[in-house]
């Protein structure tokens, strides 16, 4: 297992070097998954490594092989970000393409948005233009709640249950999670969205209720487009083959037409 240190914190990653004069990608998983979860089991390495491509995947603090503090405050997009950038310090990346998904995606755009001159390309996974609704504030209280009930067959609110059930799949730390929900995190700045210099892809699911409209989030961005995927949910999403090539054609420049002609 490699690691490097964050914030006095120890953080597990994965990297297959770049070919020379190469660029990195980095991955950043969501919610309650891991590196392994989140990128290998789903195909993302085998077909990164098809490529030739070089990447990195990390296991955000409080989940998979990393660190896993109790303590909300060690938690947040600012401190998660840090973590992205500490990695690609200790790879050596002056600049990366960053790809988040669900959370990760939220802690992949504070990385864009504090340092902006790192991220080559910026791809938003499993979320639109829900970003900004007044429930992704509220649900944290609920989905803290979810990690820590002592029987998850209580939790009724069938999106909270499959978190759960997902994070006990996977033996991630309840008690870590739910910390890691009740971070407090400053308002994003819709305006801000506006400023970033780099092309930005949002990509979700037709099906996916938690994301909302990728177009909606995608118009904030300068240079944004947004990507709906039919057929998938916020979960399915993840390893269908539509995304690979959503992404893989963000990356080759090949994104000017629908493929589903819209």
Request: hydrophobic share 45%.
């Amino acid at each position: 297992m490699a690691t490097f240190t964050s914030d006095g914190l120890q953080i597990a990653f994965d990297a297959r070097d770049p070919a020379p004069g190469g660029s990195w990608l980095i991955l950043v998983h969501g919610f309650s998954s891991n590196r392994h979860e989140g990128w290998r089991r789903t195909g993302w390495y085998a077909a990164l490594e098809r490529r030739g491509m070089g990447f990195a995947a990390l296991d955000q603090r409080g989940h998979g092989e990393s660190a896993k503090p109790h303590d909300p405050a060690l938690y947040g997009r600012a401190a998660m970000a840090r973590d992205v950038l500490a990695l690609m310090d200790h790879l050596g990346a002056a600049r990366a393409d960053l790809f988040g998904y669900s959370m990760g995606a939220r802690t992949a755009l504070e990385v864009a948005l504090t340092a902006p001159d790192r991220v080559s390309n910026l791809i938003l996974g499993g979320v639109g233009d829900a970003l900004f609704s007044p429930r992704e504030t509220a649900s944290a209280g609920t989905l803290a709640a979810a990690m820590r009930a002592a029987d998850p067959e209580t939790i009724t609110e069938p999106m909270l249950r499959s978190f759960r059930q997902f994070a006990d799949e996977q033996g991630e730390d309840l008690e870590a999670l739910a910390a890691c929900t009740e971070a407090v995190n400053p308002p994003l700045d819709p305006d801000a969205l506006g400023t970033l210099p780099m092309p930005v892809r949002v990509i979700a699911g037709m099906q996916d209720r938690l994301a909302g409209a990728p177009e909606g989030l995608a118009a904030r961005f300068a240079y944004g487009k947004g990507v709906t995927l039919p057929g998938c949910d916020h979960f399915s999403a993840i390893p269908h083959g539509l995304t690979k090539a959503a992404v893989f054609d963000f990356l080759d420049g090949v994104d000017d037409e629908d493929p589903w002609g819209r």
